[in-house]
């Protein structure tokens, strides 16, 4: 014989007397009557715990402010700025300027390093004079490398920029000065200009006498030549050249005049090449940059061009 009385205590009212037989009822839900049990287990419509109502309660009126006060309704938007919905005039947007600007005053940014610093200091420091030729490479690739080269190396008429031969200076003021105003650009009243006469066309120096100059220029920087006619030409030169070019012909950055005594020439290594400098001048032309680059990327490049290894 088994009995239906469970073997352990349940919580809740007591079960009915299975000895009187009296209905099981519900003490929540008097309506209610049994069997209320099944296998033992009393299912009653008791309220939930507290606790729980409250949770809910709190967890409801939460989402309700939630909804309100950040972004999520269009029409509750800030001065118009679709970005900036909810009461609190929050937005991702402004959190993460706000983040970055935090993140900011805590390591002072690169580039607001690189703009306080004098090019002494740059070149100093190797972490702004890496971040100055990495800004510098791909603008160098884009305006300069058609004409001076992608290493700077130059070509005939364009001058190297990677050797100790300036023909305007090599001091990072000189090299800004030279990017900022150009060189003979046109209808450009600051840029750098310095024009040597055209010695044979405009009729200042015969055919001869110009080919004596040949030999005279090529002696200056010890190149095979013919003495005689050097020493021809030397009152010649003396007249007509050193006011630019300096008493022995080693050049004046201030006039853009070359060096003509360290055997790098800027029209080409031949006699052919010099005959032509002397006979019809050459006016090289660079833009300029100033304007079309700005201070801030003029002065990378200027940090590039000295990373090539030219010096002053
Ligand atoms: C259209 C061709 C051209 C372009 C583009 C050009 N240059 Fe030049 N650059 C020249 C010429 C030509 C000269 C020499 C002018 C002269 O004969 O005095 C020169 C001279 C210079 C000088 C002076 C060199 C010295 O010996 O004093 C510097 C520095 C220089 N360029 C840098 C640059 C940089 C940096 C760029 C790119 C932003 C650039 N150039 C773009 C043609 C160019
Ligand atoms: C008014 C100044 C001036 C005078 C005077 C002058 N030159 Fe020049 N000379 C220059 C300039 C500037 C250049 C560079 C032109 C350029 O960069 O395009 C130059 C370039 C040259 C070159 C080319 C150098 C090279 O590297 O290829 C030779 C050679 C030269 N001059 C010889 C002479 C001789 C010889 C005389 C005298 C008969 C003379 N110059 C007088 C200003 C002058």
């Known amino acids: 014989m088994t009995s239906s009385t469970p073997g352990f205590p349940l919580p809740g009212p007591p079960l009915p007397d299975p000895a009187t037989g009296a209905p099981e009822v519900d003490p929540n839900a008097p309506e209610r009557h049994g069997p209320l049990s099944f296998d033992g287990i009393r299912e009653l419509d008791s309220n939930p715990p507290r606790i729980w109502t409250v949770i809910y309660i709190t967890t409801f009126i939460a989402c309700l402010w939630v909804l309100v006060a950040y972004p999520s309704i269009p029409f509750l938007s800030h001065g118009g700025d679709s970005s900036r919905v909810g009461l609190l005039g929050w937005s991702s947007r402004a959190a993460l300027v706000a983040d970055a600007g935090r993140a900011a005053a805590h390591e002072p940014s690169i580039q607001g390093r690189f703009e306080r610093a004098s090019y002494t200091e740059i070149e100093a420091d190797p972490a702004l004079r890496g971040y100055a030729v990495a800004a510098a490479t791909s603008a160098f690739a884009t305006h300069c490398a058609a004409c001076h080269g992608r290493e700077g190396r ?86 007509n050249c050193t006011s630019c070019h300096g008493e022995r012909g080693e050049g004046n950055q201030e006039l853009g005049a070359p060096n003509l005594t360290d055997q790098i020439w800027l029209y080409g290594n031949s006699q052919q090449a010099v005959f032509t400098s002397i006979h019809a001048a050459r006016a090289g032309v660079m833009p300029v940059f100033g304007a079309r680059l700005g201070t801030d990327a003029i002065r990378k490049l200027v940090v590039y061009v000295r990373s090539f290894g030219g010096g002053e």
Do not use: C, K, Y
């Not at 044979?200 to 006619?229: E, K, N, T, Y």
């Open 154 to 239: 130059g070509n005939i008429g364009f001058p190297n920029l990677a050797d100790r031969d300036w023909l305007w200076g090599g001091t990072p003021e000189a090299i800004e000065h030279s990017l900022q105003v150009g060189i003979r650009w046109p209808d450009h009243e600051p840029t750098r200009l310095s024009q040597m006469p055209a010695f044979g066309r405009m009729g200042m120096l015969q055919r001869p006498q110009i080919l004596d100059m040949v030999q005279h220029v090529w002696s200056l920087s010890g190149m095979p030549h013919d003495a005689a006619a050097a020493t021809r030409a030397a009152p010649v030169f003396a007249e």
